[in-house]
């Protein structure tokens, strides 16, 4: 499979129509443009939590399911960042609880909300997804280039909430997840088979559309955004 082939499996997942729908959901507008309160915000948090929290795990079985070296050590850059690179101190779930209590939002409110149960069916599609090759290089593509749309997002309504502007979590993504992207990327870059393709562009639209419902309850449960009334249907 050629350099060009690969590079048009990546074309695909950017212009995919799930991807698009996701990208475009309307959280993301209103959340930086509507008033929004301290108990909405801390609601994000205290859901966001839980992908955040699994996300090391899922990229090392991820790891151990890529059966080749490129794809193997461009994932394990991506966790190596995620889980800090040896100081635990420095990983991001620990920096985002960090961050947030910093700001004002209490610590067991960000990191022991019950989640909803579209944040637990988010979870549990990673955990399906690393255990095989094209699920899990889908579903990392697939987060990771649309992460920090999500970050700021959410960032966006602690710095109006609190006024703080100095959040390490917001600052870290702002500065690793251009290596997590190009990361993503070169893990796209080895031979597909036609059939291969659609695995990968099928499991990063699983991805996306477990993304929407998520944002979707968001939107539900705090009133920012209007959730899509057709977010099943994007399943392919």
């Not at 915000?41 to 939590?49: E, M, N």
């Not at 699994?54 to 794809?71: G, K, R, W």
């Not at 700021?152 to 959040?167: A, F, H, L, P």
């Not at 690793?176 to 070169?186: I, L, S």
Request: aromatic share 10%.
């Amino acid at each position: 499979m050629t350099q060009e082939l690969a590079t048009n499996l990546v074309d695909r997942l950017n212009e995919s129509p799930v991807h698009r729908k996701f990208a475009d959901h309307d959280f993301f507008a209103r959340v930086t443009k509507d008033d929004v309160t301290k108990e909405q915000v801390g609601t994000f948090l205290g859901q966001w939590w839980y992908p955040l929290h699994y996300f090391p795990t899922f990229l090392a079985q991820c790891v151990a399911s890529l059966p080749d070296i490129e794809s193997k050590s461009a994932i394990t850059r991506i966790l190596n960042q995620e889980a800090g690179g040896g100081d635990p101190k420095a990983a991001h779930e620990v920096i985002y609880a960090d961050s947030m209590e910093k700001a004002g939002f209490d610590r067991d409110l960000v990191t022991n909300s019950a989640p909803f149960e579209e944040t637990a069916a988010l979870v549990a599609g990673y955990e399906k997804a690393a255990k095989e090759r094209y699920s899990a290089l889908g579903f990392i593509f697939a987060t990771e280039v649309t992460d920090l749309l999500m970050v700021s997002s959410i960032g966006s309504s602690v710095q109006r909430v609190t006024g703080r502007d100095d959040n390490e979590w917001v600052s870290i993504h702002v500065e690793q997840e251009p290596d997590h992207v190009e990361e993503a990327n070169h893990a796209m870059l080895e031979g597909f088979a036609p059939e291969e393709q659609e695995a990968v562009l099928s499991s990063a639209e699983e991805m996306w559309t477990l993304w929407t419902r998520f944002f979707d309850r968001l939107s539900k449960e705090t009133g920012v955004g209007t959730p899509y009334p057709d977010a099943v249907s994007v399943v392919r």
